[in-house]
């Protein structure tokens, strides 16, 4: 019986770590503007290569839900891996090139019904000068939409009843620099990362 026990539990342990996945991220200048940004399960592991021969950090930026740092890292081949476990959003840089490397890590539960609606949510223009247009596959009920600017302060936030395919936010008065739009729909969270000129 006791023998027994342990199989089932090594069998369930086992399942867990198979279903982990790891998402490759190559880790080099020009990775912005969505390139580094993944949608990810919880429990599953991002691993960031260095794809040329300058120090580069990979650091967690304000209103992540988690915090992670590779520290300097120097050398073309190296590598850094994550484990994020908790639900929510986590947007990142290099510290030493936070303009022309960053991203967005969205963790995600379960996919469920929500989960659908909003992975083909995008937005347009991008840069954007006045009105940032958000693009959705299907209607969806009860949605928040929040900006964040770079340092994770909260610059706009609008909760709507029902949001059809195509939405759009006036940001003529934010100042120049780079955003994160996020859109949380039935406890569902993405974001994607725009450039308000």
């Not at 770590?17 to 993944?38: E, K």
């Not at 429990?43 to 304000?62: F, K, N």
């Not at 050398?75 to 840089?93: A, D, I, R």
Request: negative net charge.
């Amino acid at each position: 019986m006791k023998t027994k026990l342990l199989l089932i539990i090594f069998s369930v342990a086992s399942l867990n770590v198979f279903s982990q996945v790891t998402y490759d991220l190559d880790w080099t200048f020009g990775i912005s503007g969505g390139a580094g940004d993944l949608t990810i399960n919880q429990g599953d592991t991002v691993r960031w290569t260095w794809r040329d021969s300058s120090s580069h950090t990979v650091t967690s930026l304000a209103g992540s839900v988690e915090t992670f740092d590779s520290g300097s890292i120097t050398g073309n081949g190296m590598t850094y891996s994550y484990t994020f476990n908790t639900v929510g959003t986590n947007p990142y840089e290099c510290s030493f090139h936070p303009v022309s490397m960053n991203g967005v890590i969205t963790v995600q539960s379960t996919a469920g019904v929500e989960e659908f609606k909003l992975q083909g949510f995008s937005i347009s223009p991008n840069p954007v000068l006045n009105e940032l247009s958000l693009n959705f596959e299907t209607y969806l009920d009860q949605t928040t939409i929040q900006i964040y600017n770079i340092l994770g302060k909260q610059v706009h936030a609008t909760t709507v009843s029902s949001i059809d395919k195509l939405s759009s936010i006036d940001v003529s008065h934010l100042a120049k620099g780079v955003y994160l739009v996020t859109v949380i729909s039935e406890q569902v969270t993405h974001t994607r990362r725009f450039i308000k000129n």
